[in-house]
């Protein structure tokens, strides 16, 4: 077996230890914003539209639909914090892609992929317009995102791409002894301050007369025409309703084995010097990520600090979401030990956060969409790590099954069809695990899939960085 560029130049020991010994376990990019406290539900309400969740899904969702109908009432019940979860704590890249690349979409939906794509583009430009008119705060840049080959092998997979770069050309873009070559998609991708999105879609939404309630958990829906729903302290009439959980246990029975939680870990530098920087070069501040099945990606934030994240992507039994599984020492190590590897120049920088959070992992690596109750309940979920633009776009397809309009978002196939269920336990567990272990060795031989992963093709699970 050959071992990966990591575990061919590991980083000392002592340089770990040391850029890890003041890191606290906290979420930068929540400490980095001021949010808004918003009052708890109370009492019982009416309203026309009831979203639950108030991450970028059921938020993109509140403002699109006072875009549409300025009169419809609309009310969002979050169970914790706005943003506090995924919304919060993702990487911050914001890409056109709504099927979590485009090698994904195209090995599921190939005649309808110009199509997806020119959908795509079209969200993220709007998405971009809607920035600029609200005067949201949100760090947006679009720089694109760099993938780069760091086994001789990956090479090959860039060669043919738009935008390829050659090992100088990709050197002169970022300096790292680890990249062979790399392939720059210039204005696909917009780098965020993800906390901040999650906060000022809360605002945009507040100001088109949105109301908002945090701490008010969801207990249950029910009703056959109007619907109820219910929390600890209060309930909601509607008309209608939107649920945004993303990878919390879904309020409908039908979507419990569509996705499963899978914990992504991240690492957050101190800012860089002049001369850190300098050292590594990166102006362009394009999102970085590489193309191993255990990928990294990382990029700048405003202050010039580096996010680290990604490789070890853990389930745990049962498909539990706990805070505990938060802090996995081994991972941030493994994570710090990786970043030294990638930037040896860097050597003596310190990590000031180390955070975690559950993906909302489906079967085909990307989103899907439905209805309940007659049409009087849409969902949208699924999005595998890569929802901070398609949510947007997603907020539009459940507002359109809602009323009930065929649109050339909801009738294309990715939005018209279902992923693969998972296995219930023990079988979704060993399931995960035997994946994880076959993506590793692919990883060790020169990316190629074994007869299980290629059998998951087969029947359409798609495990496919």
């Given at each position: 077996?050959?071992?990966?560029?990591?575990?061919?130049?590991?980083?000392?020991?002592?340089?770990?230890?040391?850029?890890?010994?003041?890191?606290?376990?906290?979420?930068?990019?929540?400490?980095?914003?001021?949010?808004?406290?918003?009052?708890?539900?109370?009492?019982?309400?009416?309203?026309?539209?009831?979203?639950?969740?108030?991450?970028?899904?059921?938020?993109?969702?509140?403002?699109?639909?006072?875009?549409?109908?300025?009169?419809?009432?609309?009310?969002?019940?979050?169970?914790?914090?706005?943003?506090?979860?995924?919304?919060?704590?993702?990487?911050?890249?914001?890409?056109?892609?709504?099927?979590?690349?485009?090698?994904?979409?195209?090995?599921?939906?190939?005649?309808?992929?110009?199509?997806?794509?020119?959908?795509?583009?079209?969200?993220?430009?709007?998405?971009?317009?809607?920035?600029?008119?609200?005067?949201?705060?949100?760090?947006?840049?679009?720089?694109?995102?760099?993938?780069?080959?760091?086994?001789?092998?990956?090479?090959?997979?860039?060669?043919?791409?738009?935008?390829?770069?050659?090992?100088?050309?990709?050197?002169?873009?970022?300096?790292?002894?680890?990249?062979?070559?790399?392939?720059?998609?210039?204005?696909?991708?917009?780098?965020?301050?993800?906390?901040?999105?999650?906060?000022?879609?809360?605002?945009?939404?507040?100001?088109?007369?949105?109301?908002?309630?945090?701490?008010?958990?969801?207990?249950?829906?029910?009703?056959?025409?109007?619907?109820?729903?219910?929390?600890?302290?209060?309930?909601?009439?509607?008309?209608?309703?939107?649920?945004?959980?993303?990878?919390?246990?879904?309020?409908?029975?039908?979507?419990?084995?569509?996705?499963?939680?899978?914990?992504?870990?991240?690492?957050?530098?101190?800012?860089?010097?002049?001369?850190?920087?300098?050292?590594?070069?990166?102006?362009?501040?394009?999102?970085?990520?590489?193309?191993?099945?255990?990928?990294?990606?990382?990029?700048?934030?405003?202050?010039n600090r580096i996010l680290f994240g990604g490789y070890d992507a853990i389930y745990h039994f049962g498909g539990k979401i706990r805070a505990e599984y938060e802090n996995r020492p081994e991972t941030f190590a493994k994570l710090a030990?990786?970043?030294?590897?990638?930037?040896?120049?860097?050597?003596?920088?310190?990590?000031?956060?180390?955070?975690?959070?559950?993906?909302?992992?489906?079967?085909?690596?990307?989103?899907?969409?439905?209805?309940?109750?007659?049409?009087?309940?849409?969902?949208?979920?699924?999005?595998?790590?890569?929802?901070?633009?398609?949510?947007?776009?997603?907020?539009?397809?459940?507002?359109?099954?809602?009323?009930?309009?065929?649109?050339?978002?909801?009738?294309?196939?990715?939005?018209?069809?279902?992923?693969?269920?998972?296995?219930?336990?023990?079988?979704?567990?060993?399931?995960?695990?035997?994946?994880?272990?076959?993506?590793?060795?692919?990883?060790?031989?020169?990316?190629k899939r074994n007869l299980f992963l290629k059998a998951l093709d087969a029947v359409g699970m798609g495990f496919d960085s």
């Amino acid at each position: 077996m050959v071992a990966t560029v990591f575990e061919r130049n590991p980083t000392a020991e002592s340089v770990v230890r040391h850029s890890l010994a003041t890191t606290k376990q906290s979420v930068f990019w929540l400490d980095d914003v001021q949010r808004p406290q918003y009052e708890t539900l109370r009492g019982n309400h009416t309203t026309d539209l009831v979203i639950v969740g108030g991450g970028y899904a059921g938020l993109w969702s509140a403002v699109r639909a006072k875009e549409r109908e300025p009169q419809r009432r609309v009310i969002v019940l979050e169970a914790s914090r706005i943003g506090w979860a995924a919304s919060g704590r993702n990487g911050g890249f914001c890409e056109a892609s709504l099927t979590h690349g485009y090698d994904n979409g195209m090995s599921r939906w190939p005649d309808e992929m110009p199509e997806l794509v020119r959908l795509g583009v079209q969200n993220l430009d709007e998405m971009q317009n809607t920035v600029a008119r609200y005067d949201m705060a949100v760090d947006w840049e679009r720089t694109g995102s760099l993938n780069v080959a760091i086994e001789p092998h990956q090479v090959e997979w860039l060669a043919e791409e738009e935008g390829f770069l050659d090992r100088d050309a990709v050197q002169a873009q970022v300096a790292s002894p680890t990249y062979l070559a790399g392939a720059w998609d210039r204005d696909g991708v917009a780098m965020i301050h993800p906390a901040k999105m999650a906060v000022e879609l809360a605002r945009v939404a507040t100001d088109l007369g949105v109301q908002i309630f945090e701490h008010s958990l969801v207990k249950s829906i029910s009703g056959t025409g109007t619907q109820t729903v219910t929390t600890a302290d209060g309930s909601v009439e509607a008309q209608q309703v939107i649920l945004a959980t993303n990878a919390f246990p879904s309020l409908l029975k039908r979507n419990r084995l569509m996705t499963v939680p899978v914990y992504d870990y991240v690492l957050m530098t101190e800012p860089l010097t002049t001369e850190q920087l300098a050292a590594i070069g990166w102006s362009n501040r394009q999102g970085l990520s590489d193309l191993a099945n255990q990928f990294h990606y990382y990029r700048l934030s405003a202050d010039n600090r580096i996010l680290f994240g990604g490789y070890d992507a853990i389930y745990h039994f049962g498909g539990k979401i706990r805070a505990e599984y938060e802090n996995r020492p081994e991972t941030f190590a493994k994570l710090a030990s990786h970043f030294f590897t990638t930037f040896p120049q860097l050597e003596g920088l310190q990590f000031t956060h180390k955070w975690a959070g559950a993906i909302d992992s489906s079967s085909r690596f990307c989103a899907f969409f439905g209805t309940a109750r007659q049409g009087r309940i849409a969902y949208a979920t699924g999005f595998t790590g890569l929802g901070v633009g398609a949510t947007r776009f997603a907020a539009d397809v459940m507002l359109d099954k809602l009323a009930g309009d065929k649109t050339e978002r909801t009738e294309n196939a990715m939005v018209r069809t279902k992923p693969v269920p998972f296995p219930p336990e023990p079988a979704a567990a060993m399931g995960v695990n035997l994946v994880r272990a076959a993506m590793n060795q692919a990883d060790h031989n020169q990316g190629k899939r074994n007869l299980f992963l290629k059998a998951l093709d087969a029947v359409g699970m798609g495990f496919d960085s």
